[in-house]
């Protein structure tokens, strides 16, 4: 049973430090992988080896019995963490083959995140009280992942010295340990100054202080930031609000920009988007833009448009 863990170990060091994956990702990869292993140890209690890593015919049995208990989701995230450790274990010599190359990852629909209409964002904002620190902490946070679209994680990770307060931008760390320059919208500065105003001056220790604290004076977790975000968006939203999350946010800022007339590339570097082809799938055209258009320009429309107007 221990080489489980050495090898889990020496999985888990290279997606951090080679891969840059987030403490989220790995937690949820320890998870599926020791899920995996339980099913292992079951089928053939006493006999967990490295020889049943490239048992293909325990992989198509673990898979079909998940197919039955879990959503087609599931399954396919589960087994692509699978692919990435025997992967990660056949490029380091511990087994002679990748059984998961067999298998192909089955293709998910494009599920897109709830986008807020514009009139929502403003009233989540305006509706967010600033009467203490911690209010004004989340008007922060909700106004800079609307502004900017940056990952919840590139948010959490921001100190004093990435945030340029003269020239308006601010540095964050992304995917792959990759930094960019996006610019913050003039609202979202002045939510920013007013919480950073409000800091007491003893919990700024210097550039490299976490921007966005928590009570006890640490960088603020992920988690903290979904569920202050759910809070207070029940709050100003109603039921709309339940299903809010910072990722709503960032969807929302890169749908908004495109429909009124932001280019795919401009906002492809905004959210840091290795690819273009995240970007479109990620980005949506305004529904009412998009039948506005139609009516202005398909002919059959105009046609319909100049015989009213003889009527």
Not at 92 to 110: D, F, R, T
Not at 252 to 258: E, G, K, P, V
Request: proline letters at 4%; charged letters at 30%.
């Amino acid at each position: 049973m221990l080489f489980r863990s050495e090898l889990s170990e020496q999985f888990f060091n290279y997606l951090k430090n080679e891969k840059s994956s987030s403490e989220y990702t790995l937690l949820n990869y320890e998870i599926d992988l020791r899920h995996w292993f339980k099913f292992i140890f079951d089928s053939s209690p006493g006999k967990f080896s490295l020889e049943t890593f490239t048992d293909f015919k325990l992989l198509r049995s673990y898979l079909a019995e998940q197919g039955q208990k879990y959503s087609k989701a599931t399954v396919c995230r589960r087994l692509s963490v699978i692919k990435g450790f025997l992967k990660f274990l056949h490029r380091e010599g511990y087994i002679e083959k990748n059984v998961a190359k067999l298998i192909a990852q089955p293709k998910m629909a494009e599920k897109l995140p709830k986008v807020l209409k514009p009139e929502e964002v403003i009233r989540l904002i305006e509706g967010t009280p600033g009467s203490n620190l911690r209010e004004k902490r989340i008007r922060a946070v909700i106004e800079l992942l609307y502004s900017t679209g940056i990952r919840v994680s590139e948010l959490a990770g921001i100190t004093y010295e990435k945030i340029d307060f003269k020239s308006s931008v601010v540095t964050v760390l992304g995917k792959g340990n990759k930094e960019r320059v996006v610019p913050i919208g003039r609202h979202c500065m002045v939510a920013i100054r007013d919480y950073v105003d409000s800091i007491p001056a003893h919990q700024k220790e210097g550039p490299k202080t976490p921007l966005f604290m928590n009570q006890e004076g640490g960088p603020i977790s992920v988690r903290s930031i979904q569920r202050n975000i759910r809070e207070f968006a029940v709050q100003t939203l109603g039921p709309v609000g339940l299903e809010v999350t910072p990722h709503t946010l960032r969807h929302s800022c890169a749908t908004h920009l495109l429909s009124r007339g932001a280019g795919l590339r401009e906002i492809q570097e905004l959210l840091g988007h290795d690819s273009l082809v995240t970007t479109q799938k990620y980005t949506q055209v305004d529904t009412e833009r998009l039948k506005a258009s139609y009516r202005k320009s398909h002919p059959k429309e105009l046609e319909k448009r100049k015989r009213e107007k003889e009527i």
